[in-house]
């Protein structure tokens, strides 16, 4: 799987927006991106995915870059909930399997 | 939403005992199942692929011997830490999901097993 870059940690103010970025310069044309979050002591928890267009769920937004090596995961109005570790992850969806495999993440942290 | 559940959730035990640990899927058939585990403050390391009604695979380095992992039903599968020791002690998650490469995944809680 190509592997992905993001900052190992990031700090928001609560109720404001968060933009945590992923750097994927060797994605390939199968590769889905894939976001998850690990909050403290428990499992991860899909958060949002795509492929080229920018999507939107009840949770976040991902906006993908038009040559698609880079994209962001947008929290409109974060929370102290959702203070996480959050994974940018690629899957190529010609793999019949599904792993993921996890990169270091970015641990944010939301500031009353 | 597909749900995985693990059990249990945390177990302490005794150096050189065996710790079984459970992930369900419970609304969902999973022929697949990944098993990780995870340090503190380090990411998920996947440790093997469980397969229904065959042999896990396992990742170079882990031990198969110590990490027995039993598939036996489309919604069960089990990881059982085997003579357990202090540094076996570690965050362990299941995930599984619905066929094809492009959907979500679904965790479980995780089992915090602590060898004393």
């Known amino acids: 799987d190509a592997k992905t870059t993001q900052p190992n940690s990031m700090e928001s103010n609560e109720e404001e927006p968060v933009h945590l970025p992923c750097n994927h310069s060797?994605?390939?044309?199968?590769?889905?991106i894939h976001w998850y979050r690990q909050l403290p002591s428990q499992g991860p928890e899909y958060v949002i995915h795509?492929?080229?267009s920018n999507v939107n769920n009840r949770m976040a937004s991902l906006a993908i870059a038009e040559d698609r090596k880079s994209s962001t995961l947008i929290l409109h109005r974060a929370t102290l909930r959702d203070a996480a570790v959050y994974y940018c992850?690629?899957?190529?969806?010609?793999?019949?399997?599904?792993?993921?495999?996890f990169g270091g993440g970015t641990r944010l942290m939301v500031k009353p | 939403g597909a749900v995985v559940s693990q059990h249990p959730s945390w177990v302490i035990c005794k150096s050189g005992t065996s710790v079984k640990i459970e992930c369900r899927s419970l609304?969902?058939?999973?022929?697949?199942m990944f098993w990780y585990r995870q340090f503190p403050k380090q990411s998920l390391m996947l440790m093997a692929t469980?397969?229904?009604?065959?042999?896990?695979?396992?990742e170079q380095g882990v031990e198969k011997d110590k990490f027995l992992i039993n598939h036996a039903s489309l919604t069960l599968s089990t990881l059982t830490v085997t003579s357990a020791h202090p540094e076996d002690s570690s965050f362990y998650i299941c995930?599984?999901?619905?066929?094809?490469?492009?959907?979500?995944?679904?965790f479980g809680e995780g089992s915090r097993l602590t060898v004393l």
């Open positions: 995930s599984a999901g619905l066929a094809g490469g492009s959907g979500e995944l679904f």
């Open positions: 060797t994605i390939s044309g199968t590769d889905y």
């Open positions: 795509g492929l080229t």
């Open positions: 992850i690629l899957r190529d969806s010609n793999n019949a399997g599904n792993m993921l495999t």
């Open positions: 609304d969902f058939q999973a022929t697949t």
């Open positions: 469980s397969n229904e009604g065959s042999k896990a695979t396992y």
